[in-house]
Nanobody, 128 residues
Framework: QVQLVESGGGLVQPGGSLRLSCAAS????????IAWFRQAPGKEREGVSC????????AYGPFMKGRFTISRDNTKNTVYLQMNSLKPEDTADYYC?????????????????????WGRGTLVTVSS
């Protein structure tokens, strides 16, 4: 079964850090661009970051750049999202997603286009 599974969420104090993982099963992430999205309570889902198959080209939402870092380890079939200097407004469910035709553009916010496989999300709560 083709699926993505997120992990690493939890409760953290403002200013703290978390590293989210997105692990693939049933297929290999190698060759796929991967995106992270988040959805806060009562808000629409928004793009957070994405990384191309080359592992070099990345993109970030305007409120994440400089605090979040996306990376991938194809040997572990996993993509990571390192989140530092977390703020209460970062509280949300975080999802990873991909698709055969999904393209991560370095010039714009990750968009929900051609994303066929989604994880179920991992909850990040930033609170004192």
């Amino acid at each position: 079964q083709v699926q993505l599974v997120e992990s690493g969420g939890g409760l953290v104090q403002p200013g703290g850090s978390l590293r989210l993982s997105c692990a693939a099963s049933g297929f290999t992430l190698d060759g796929y661009d991967i995106a992270w999205f988040r959805q806060a309570p009562g808000k629409e889902r928004e793009g957070v970051s994405c990384i191309r198959a080359d592992g070099i080209t990345t993109a970030y939402g305007p409120f994440m750049k400089g605090r979040f870092t996306i990376s991938r380890d194809n040997t572990k079939n996993t993509v990571y999202l390192q989140m530092n200097s977390l703020k209460p407004e970062d509280t949300a469910d975080y999802y990873c997603a991909t698709g055969r035709n999904y393209y991560c553009s370095a010039e714009e916010l990750p968009m929900e286009l051609d994303l066929e496989v989604w994880g179920r999300g991992t909850l990040v709560t930033v609170s004192s």
